[in-house]
């Protein structure tokens, strides 16, 4: 029986900080449709998430990151 590994919440592990001007860290933990990534997907645990998503949605406000993709 294997033993599963849990992952570690990449913000967490790193202590980088979470910067909505960042558009290549925040494209990371988005899809390809730019939708944020859920926890599952993502691994980030509920207080980086919830930053994380304040972040997109702040940097597609200001046309960092888009809201869609076709």
Do not use: W
């Not at 202590?15 to 933990?29: E, G, Q, S, W």
């Not at 997907?41 to 809201?67: G, N, T």
Request: aromatic share 14%; charged share 30%.
């Amino acid at each position: 029986m294997k033993e599963q590994i849990k992952k570690q919440c990449y913000f967490c592990t790193t202590n980088r900080p979470i910067d909505y001007k960042d558009a290549d860290l925040l494209k990371r933990f988005m899809s390809a449709g730019a939708k944020i990534y859920s926890r599952r997907k993502s691994f980030l645990c509920a207080y980086h998430q919830r930053e994380f998503s304040q972040a997109v949605k702040r940097a597609r406000y200001l046309a960092l990151v888009p809201y869609t993709s076709r």
